[in-house]
Protein backbone atom coordinates (compact mmCIF):
# COMPACT_ATOMS: atom_id res chain seq x y z
CA UNK A 1 0.00 0.00 0.00
CA UNK A 2 2.23 2.50 -1.66
CA UNK A 3 -0.49 5.67 -2.45
CA UNK A 4 -3.49 4.66 -0.79
CA UNK A 5 -4.72 4.38 3.05
CA UNK A 6 -7.07 2.47 5.11
CA UNK A 7 -8.17 5.97 6.63
CA UNK A 8 -9.02 6.52 3.23
CA UNK A 9 -10.52 3.80 1.70
CA UNK A 10 -13.27 3.92 4.59
CA UNK A 11 -13.72 7.75 4.99
CA UNK A 12 -17.68 8.79 4.56
CA UNK A 13 -19.27 11.98 5.21
CA UNK A 14 -22.62 10.07 5.79
CA UNK A 15 -21.41 7.93 8.02
CA UNK A 16 -19.72 10.71 10.14
CA UNK A 17 -23.16 12.71 9.96
CA UNK A 18 -25.40 9.73 10.84
CA UNK A 19 -22.91 8.86 13.28
CA UNK A 20 -22.27 5.12 11.74
CA UNK A 21 -19.32 3.31 13.06
CA UNK A 22 -17.62 2.27 9.61
CA UNK A 23 -14.65 0.98 11.46
CA UNK A 24 -13.38 -2.52 9.05
CA UNK A 25 -13.41 -5.78 10.08
CA UNK A 26 -9.95 -7.88 9.83
CA UNK A 27 -11.36 -9.37 6.75
CA UNK A 28 -12.34 -6.37 4.89
CA UNK A 29 -9.15 -4.74 5.73
CA UNK A 30 -7.40 -7.75 4.28
CA UNK A 31 -9.67 -7.47 0.87
CA UNK A 32 -9.06 -3.73 1.17
CA UNK A 33 -5.17 -4.31 1.18
CA UNK A 34 -5.42 -6.90 -1.76
CA UNK A 35 -7.56 -4.05 -4.09
CA UNK A 36 -4.61 -1.47 -3.23
CA UNK A 37 -2.06 -3.97 -3.98
CA UNK A 38 -3.35 -5.23 -7.23
CA UNK A 39 -5.31 -2.77 -8.21
CA UNK A 40 -5.40 0.55 -7.15
CA UNK A 41 -1.21 1.33 -6.98
CA UNK A 42 -0.35 -0.21 -10.47
CA UNK A 43 -3.36 2.27 -11.55
CA UNK A 44 -1.72 5.20 -9.65
CA UNK A 45 1.72 4.22 -10.56
CA UNK A 46 0.76 3.71 -14.67
CA UNK A 47 -1.53 6.93 -14.13
CA UNK A 48 1.29 9.74 -12.58
CA UNK A 49 -1.12 11.75 -10.92
CA UNK A 50 -3.21 11.12 -7.67
CA UNK A 51 -6.47 9.57 -7.47
CA UNK A 52 -9.23 10.13 -5.43
CA UNK A 53 -11.55 7.09 -3.24
CA UNK A 54 -14.90 8.61 -3.05
CA UNK A 55 -16.18 5.28 -1.45
CA UNK A 56 -14.08 2.09 -0.27
CA UNK A 57 -15.56 -0.20 2.48
CA UNK A 58 -19.19 0.65 3.50
CA UNK A 59 -20.28 -1.22 6.68
CA UNK A 60 -23.65 -2.88 5.74
CA UNK A 61 -25.69 -0.19 7.80
CA UNK A 62 -23.59 2.83 5.53
CA UNK A 63 -24.22 0.67 2.50
CA UNK A 64 -28.19 0.94 2.99
CA UNK A 65 -27.81 4.38 4.20
CA UNK A 66 -26.22 5.44 0.95
CA UNK A 67 -28.70 3.25 -1.32
CA UNK A 68 -26.16 0.41 -1.88
CA UNK A 69 -27.34 -2.51 -3.27
CA UNK A 70 -27.47 -5.70 -0.74
CA UNK A 71 -24.71 -7.54 -2.23
CA UNK A 72 -22.41 -4.68 -3.06
CA UNK A 73 -18.39 -5.58 -2.83
CA UNK A 74 -17.97 -2.73 -1.00
CA UNK A 75 -19.34 -3.85 2.03
CA UNK A 76 -16.65 -6.43 1.84
CA UNK A 77 -13.57 -4.05 1.26
CA UNK A 78 -13.48 -5.34 -2.52
CA UNK A 79 -14.78 -2.26 -4.35
CA UNK A 80 -13.64 1.43 -4.74
CA UNK A 81 -15.19 4.42 -6.64
CA UNK A 82 -12.54 6.34 -7.57
CA UNK A 83 -11.85 9.90 -9.99
CA UNK A 84 -9.02 11.97 -11.16
CA UNK A 85 -11.53 14.69 -10.77
CA UNK A 86 -12.93 15.05 -14.55
CA UNK A 87 -15.54 13.50 -16.78
CA UNK A 88 -12.56 13.25 -19.00
CA UNK A 89 -9.83 12.17 -16.90
CA UNK A 90 -11.98 9.17 -15.71
CA UNK A 91 -12.58 8.02 -19.31
CA UNK A 92 -9.31 8.11 -19.88
CA UNK A 93 -8.34 6.23 -16.41
CA UNK A 94 -10.74 3.85 -17.50
CA UNK A 95 -8.88 3.60 -20.76
CA UNK A 96 -5.53 2.84 -18.93
CA UNK A 97 -7.86 0.20 -16.67
CA UNK A 98 -8.36 -1.84 -19.59
CA UNK A 99 -5.25 -1.28 -21.17
CA UNK A 100 -3.20 -2.45 -18.16
CA UNK A 101 -5.64 -5.62 -18.08
CA UNK A 102 -5.61 -4.88 -14.13
CA UNK A 103 -7.20 -7.98 -12.28
CA UNK A 104 -10.63 -6.58 -11.55
CA UNK A 105 -13.56 -8.36 -11.06
CA UNK A 106 -16.06 -5.51 -12.36
CA UNK A 107 -15.38 -1.78 -13.61
CA UNK A 108 -18.11 -0.10 -14.05
CA UNK A 109 -18.55 3.40 -15.83
CA UNK A 110 -20.91 5.29 -13.36
CA UNK A 111 -22.92 7.94 -14.61
CA UNK A 112 -21.17 8.72 -18.05
CA UNK A 113 -17.71 8.52 -15.88
CA UNK A 114 -18.60 10.67 -13.45
CA UNK A 115 -16.75 8.27 -10.98
CA UNK A 116 -15.31 4.49 -11.72
CA UNK A 117 -15.93 1.66 -9.89
CA UNK A 118 -13.42 -0.68 -9.78
CA UNK A 119 -13.48 -3.99 -7.23
CA UNK A 120 -10.97 -6.65 -6.78
CA UNK A 121 -11.28 -10.22 -5.41
CA UNK A 122 -8.32 -12.19 -4.59
CA UNK A 123 -7.86 -15.11 -7.16
CA UNK A 124 -11.25 -14.93 -8.73
CA UNK A 125 -11.82 -11.76 -11.22
CA UNK A 126 -14.32 -11.23 -13.72
CA UNK A 127 -12.78 -8.89 -15.60
CA UNK A 128 -16.40 -7.31 -16.40
CA UNK A 129 -16.42 -3.76 -17.93
CA UNK A 130 -19.94 -2.40 -17.67
CA UNK A 131 -21.94 0.93 -18.21
CA UNK A 132 -24.44 2.18 -15.44
Known amino acids: MRHFTIAE ?5 TARHLGID ?3 PASAVRALTALVDDVLDPLRDAW ?3 IRVNSGY ?6 KAVGGTPSSQHQYGEA ?14 LA ?3 RLDLPV ?11 IHVSHRR ?6 YMKF
Open 9 to 13: LTRSA
Open 22 to 24: NTP
Open 48 to 50: GGP
Open 58 to 63: RCPVLN
Open 80 to 93: ADITVGSRSGNRRL
Open 96 to 98: LIK
Open 105 to 115: DQCIDEKGCRW
Open 123 to 128: GRNRRL
